[in-house]
């Protein structure tokens, strides 16, 4: 295990003779990362791996994280097997609470104790809270009365949004306000993580101007995939699979934004349909776990698809489970880049999603259109909350073996180009040297 090198320590560490303004003599960057909390899924990975990573010659990285409120699984355990040891503000976490009072102030204290030259947050909580610590740090110095302010700068990663599909229309337009206002008064730079997710965020919400966004892909480690075949049977001899049956997988959280009825309705019209027609055997597997636990297994039965359907619940073993399946659905309301679908191409899988988010860059150009769906570079597409159209293109997947093939292929070759961890890395290398060039 790598020791961690960036707890609580003194602000005269690493050569840090600092003044008010912030600035120091020492010669590496000094990152404080913030997100609100550890749960599983793609932004846990993504702060740990920076965090790791940019703990170097070059950079020093702290991060702050709050708790996992109950119903969500903790993925505390990513960051202890990178050596990372996060700096925990109890009274941060998700939900809007009178706390976030106090976890403001402690991260602010914290923050002064680092004497950061950027703060970057991540998620919307963190990010409303960090960025206007972070505003506090910049401008609570009396050296602001002679116009020099710290000279620290801000940044913020949009993993997803909420800007439709999480909330009431009052409260969305409520959050949609604090964005817009955070973005003018306290962002340096917005990062956000494929070209659909900067038009909608900027072009259609209006978050933002132009020059503040950069468009950085998240990465992942794709040599824990290389060797999938070997680990193929595994989840297929766990959960009882026959050797032709064809296990179409969705992995996420089970909340409402991951839409998991929609993937019970399909396998509905499956069961359905395949008492008339002799049908490939399909098999439907759910992996994650979450608050709507129950009412899907209910859902499952009443639908009368409980004996298609697998609930699994959360997996700490990525490379096995993929392994395991033929295809990787997603069936959201609502997306940024989702990890699932990028590691089911890292495995060889072909996909299947509704057109949300950044699925819409991840899948590519639309080649032709079907009855309902899309056949695009690298996967299909349907429309949101479409049961039959979805179910028209999985039976198109499972039917066509040539197209899940040229699919894979073109899947796997977009992957290793473009979301590999190292290319991560290096572009947030490259900004904060920008950021920093004062």
């Known amino acids: 295990m790598i020791s961690p090198q960036f707890t609580v320590h003194s602000p005269q560490s690493e050569k840090q003779i600092a003044d008010d303004t912030g600035q120091t003599t020492k010669d590496k960057i000094k990152i404080v990362r913030i997100i609100a909390r550890l749960n599983v899924g793609g932004p846990a990975r993504h702060v740990v791996w920076l965090t790791k990573e940019l703990q170097d010659g070059e950079f020093q990285t702290a991060l702050l994280t709050g708790r996992i409120p109950e119903g969500e699984e903790d993925m505390n355990y990513f960051a202890v097997e990178n050596g990372v040891a996060p700096v ?258 890292a495995n060889e899988k072909a996909i299947i999603s509704t057109s949300v988010g950044g699925v819409v860059d991840l899948l590519g150009e639309a080649q032709t259109e079907e009855n309902g769906f899309q056949i695009c570079e690298r996967g299909l597409r349907t429309a949101s909350n479409d049961a039959e159209s979805f179910y028209r293109g999985l039976l198109c997947l499972v039917n066509n073996e040539k197209l899940r093939e040229t699919l894979v292929e073109n899947g796997k070759k977009f992957v290793e180009a473009r979301y590999n961890k190292e290319r991560l890395v290096r572009d947030i290398k490259n900004l904060y040297h920008n950021l920093t060039r004062f």
């Open 88 to 345: 925990f503000i109890k009274e941060m976490s998700r939900e809007l609470s009178p706390r976030d009072v106090v976890s403001l102030w402690k991260i602010y204290r914290q923050i002064r104790r680092e004497k950061p030259d950027i703060i970057h947050t991540h998620t919307a909580k963190a990010g409303t809270i960090g960025r206007v610590a972070g505003f506090l740090y910049r401008w609570l110095t009396p050296r602001t009365l002679i116009g020099k302010p710290r000279r620290v700068k801000l940044v913020h990663t949009y993993h997803g949004h909420v800007f439709h599909s999480y909330y009431g229309s009052l409260k969305t337009k409520i959050f949609l306000s604090i964005e817009k206002t955070l973005a003018r008064l306290t962002t340096d730079k917005i990062v956000v993580i494929s070209n659909q997710q900067y038009r909608e965020i900027h072009e259609k919400f209006g978050v933002g101007k132009e020059r503040q966004f950069k468009i950085i892909p998240i990465g992942i480690d794709l040599e824990s995939f290389s060797n999938w075949q070997s680990k193929r049977n595994i989840l297929r001899e766990e959960i009882g699979a026959e050797n032709n049956e064809i296990l179409v997988g969705l992995i996420g959280r089970l909340t409402e934004v991951k839409n998991h009825s929609l993937f019970l309705k399909i396998a509905k019209i499956y069961k359905e349909n395949k008492k008339n027609i002799d049908f490939p055997k399909l098999k439907f597997v759910i992996i994650g776990d979450g608050h709507l636990r129950e009412k899907l297994e209910n859902e499952a039965e009443t639908l009368g698809v409980k004996d298609l359907v697998v609930f699994v619940g959360n997996r700490n073993d990525a490379d096995v489970f993929y392994a395991g399946l033929d295809i990787v659905a997603l069936t959201s309301l609502n997306e940024g880049t989702p990890l699932s679908l990028i590691e089911a191409m």
